[in-house]
């Protein structure tokens, strides 16, 4: 019923930005929190950042200070500038959002985007 589809993944050199876009679509009344993640080889999946419907926002300890989360609430969409990007920080960058149906809750997830950083 919701298709989160996502953008701006790509290959940077150390010390790059990048800015990620996901915008959710379908049977959505609202939606509450949405989110990164990222997946790196060999690891398990980690939260990057996330922000509330009403813009407060927390973030991974390793990324504060060089990514910023923001959101569109009229275009349900989430972004993710990344700055001063790091070798170790090559990943695929998944996005989430918690949607409401007219009577129901429930978390999609992007099909991920690959994020690269070249030394």
């Known amino acids: 019923q919701v298709q989160l589809v996502e953008s701006g993944g790509g290959l940077v050199q150390t010390g790059g930005s990048l800015r990620l876009s996901c915008t959710a679509s379908?049977?959505?009344?609202?939606?509450?929190?949405m989110g990164w993640y990222r997946q790196a080889p060999g690891k398990q999946r980690e939260l990057v950042a996330v922000i509330s419907s009403g813009g407060n926002t927390n973030y991974a300890d390793s990324v504060k200070g060089r990514f910023t989360i923001s959101r569109d609430n009229a275009k349900n969409t989430v972004y993710l500038q990344m700055n001063s990007l790091k070798t170790e920080e090559t990943a695929i960058y998944y996005c989430?959002?918690?949607?409401?149906?007219?009577?129901?809750?429930?978390?999609?997830w992007g099909q991920g985007t690959q994020v690269t950083v070249s030394s």
């Open positions: 379908g049977s959505i009344l609202s939606i509450d929190a």
């Open positions: 989430n959002a918690d949607v409401r149906s007219y009577y129901n809750l429930r978390t999609y």
